[in-house]
């Protein structure tokens, strides 16, 4: 998987952290079970629901697990590519991350929040569509 190249020192470090950890675990879940070739791509309202249900995922190990199911994983690769993509536009100065650090009550919530809401966005500008 090749994700595009960005000033990550831009963004906030929780949000930064949680992006590359989200990473690292879909590399690995990835490897121990590789992902087979995608019918279809995942839609806008498909990687809402996975942001959803990344909201509540309660840790590292679970996601994992999730990750190695073959239902998921263009699901979880779609959401890094939101994830990413909403990075590119902090980068770029298009939108600001409004969250302030501290303590979260799961591993991924900084990151699953923000891709909801780009995602509830997208689907209210365009439909269940992409661009």
């Known amino acids: 998987m090749?994700?595009?190249a960005l000033d990550t020192e831009s963004l906030p470090p929780f949000y930064r952290a949680q992006c590359e950890k989200y990473l690292?675990?879909?590399l690995l879940a990835l490897k121990s079970a590789p992902m087979p070739p995608i019918p279809i791509e995942p839609l806008p309202n498909d990687v809402l629901s996975f942001a959803k249900?990344?909201?509540n995922c309660p840790s590292t190990?679970?996601?994992i697990t999730r990750m190695q199911q073959s239902s998921e994983k263009a699901r979880a690769r779609a959401f890094l590519m939101a994830a990413v993509s909403l990075a590119?536009?902090?980068e770029?100065?298009?939108v600001a991350i409004k969250v302030s650090a501290g303590s979260f009550p799961t591993p991924f919530y900084v990151l699953a929040?923000?891709?909801i809401e780009r995602m509830q966005l997208t689907l209210n500008q365009r439909?269940?569509?992409w661009g």
């Open 53 to 55: 249900e990344l909201l």
């Open 2 to 4: 090749v994700v595009p």
């Open 113 to 115: 929040t923000l891709v």
């Open 127 to 129: 439909g269940n569509r």
């Open 24 to 26: 690292s675990l879909l």
């Open 92 to 94: 770029k100065g298009n």
């Open 88 to 90: 590119f536009d902090v």
């Open 61 to 63: 190990d679970a996601l």
